[in-house]
Antibody, heavy 118, light 108 residues
Framework: QVQLVESGGGVVQPGTSLRLSCVGS????????MHWVRQAPGKGPEWVAA????????FYEDSVKGRITISRDNAKNTVYLEMNSLTPEDTAIYFC???????????WGQGTLVTVSS | EVVLTQSPATLSVSPGERATLSCRAS??????LAWYQQKPGQAPRLLIY???NRAAGTPTSFSGSGSGTDFTLTISSLQSEDFASYYC??????????FGQGTRVEIK
């Protein structure tokens, strides 16, 4: 069964850091561009970041540039999202998702919840 | 940034009836538009890509149409499992990739 499994979420204080992981199961993520998409409570999905299949190219949503870094380790079949200087506005479920050449998402993880609160 | 506006925000439909959901883009995205279904506590699921192509496993009761700035998702006869939220996403002009704010289809 093809799956993406996220981990690393939790409750953290404002200003702290967190690293999320996304592992492919039954799926070799090394062949695909990978993305992180977040969804705040009661809101629609919001694209956060993307990384090319080889890790050379990285793209970020403007509001997270400088605070968030996407990376991948194809040998571990894993994609990461390093988040720094977290604010309550970063509170959301974070999904990793696989895209095809056209950038729509055909495989999603189940999500990991990040709550930023004092 | 391409802004996608979905309407209505909530659609109340009786089982067996037809539902028509709209997605309007702030600039042309060609046919580079996808539709997703999301149920509470679940990740979005791809329904339609390329504006009108059903993804694997999408029932034939779902159809997508449109190009440029105006798109429609039609559910021909609503089943109980179709009551959910639906989001459109454009993937022509990026970054950023953008989603609409969603339409919730509820039981009338």
């Amino acid at each position: 069964q093809v799956q993406l499994v996220e981990s690393g979420g939790g409750v953290v204080q404002p200003g702290t850091s967190l690293r999320l992981s996304c592992v492919g199961s039954g799926l070799s993520v090394s062949s695909f561009a990978m993305h992180w998409v977040r969804q705040a409570p009661g809101k629609g999905p919001e694209w956060v970041a993307a990384i090319s299949y080889d890790g050379r190219d990285k793209f970020y949503e403007d509001s997270v540039k400088g605070r968030i870094t996407i990376s991948r380790d194809n040998a571990k079949n894993t994609v990461y999202l390093e988040m720094n200087s977290l604010t309550p506005e970063d509170t959301a479920i974070y999904f990793c998702a696989k895209s095809k050449m056209s950038l729509y998402y055909d495989v999603w993880g189940q999500g990991t919840l990040v709550t930023v609160s004092s | 940034e391409v802004v996608l506006t979905q309407s209505p925000a909530t659609l109340s439909v009786s089982p067996g009836e037809r539902a028509t959901l709209s997605c309007r883009a702030s600039q042309s995205v060609g046919i580079n538009l996808a539709w997703y279904q999301q149920k509470p506590g679940q990740a979005p699921r791809l329904l339609i890509y390329g504006a009108s192509n059903r993804a694997a496993g999408t029932p034939t009761s779902f159809s997508g149409s449109g190009s440029g700035t105006d798109f429609t998702l039609t559910i021909s006869s609503l089943q109980s499992e179709d009551f959910a939220s639906y989001y459109c996403q454009q993937y022509l002009h990026w970054p950023p990739l953008t989603f609409g704010q969603g339409t919730r289809v509820e039981i009338k």
